[in-house]
Nanobody
Framework: QVQLVESGGGLVQAGGSLRLSCAAS????????MGWFRRAPGKEREFVAA????????NYADSVKGRFTISRDDAKNTVYLQMNNLKPEDTAVYFC???????????????WGQGTQVTVSS
């Protein structure tokens, strides 16, 4: 049974930082691309970042480039999202997911976590 559990969300002031973690109970984690998505109140779910199974390639939404960093630790079956210089518009529920292959759209992802709330105050 696949299980993804996000943690690390919370309330932070604008300009602050948070690091999200996603612990994955999934077979062959090291051979799977992983992604982060978010859903802000009243908005559609949107892509945030993805990391290739090799760890050597990443992709980011334009809105987070230069501020967010995705990484993975295959020994711990965990993917991270380091978020710096947070803005109020980053407020959302953040989800991690495992990809079927390599994808930057939600349809390319097979399994999803329950999400963790990130709130950025101005």
């Amino acid at each position: 049974q696949v299980q993804l559990v996000e943690s690390g969300g919370g309330l932070v002031q604008a300009g602050g930082s948070l690091r999200l973690s996603c612990a994955a109970s999934v077979r062959s984690f090291s051979s799977k691309a992983m992604g982060w998505f978010r859903r802000a109140p009243g908005k559609e779910r949107e892509f945030v970042a993805a990391i290739h199974w090799s760890g050597g390639y990443t992709n980011y939404a334009d809105s987070v480039k230069g501020r967010f960093t995705i990484s993975r630790d295959d020994a711990k079956n965990t993917v991270y999202l380091q978020m710096n210089n947070l803005k109020p518009e980053d407020t959302a529920v953040y989800f991690c997911a495992t990809a079927f292959g390599w994808a930057v759209v939600a349809d390319g992802y097979a399994y999803w976590g329950q999400g963790t709330q990130v709130t950025v105050s101005s």
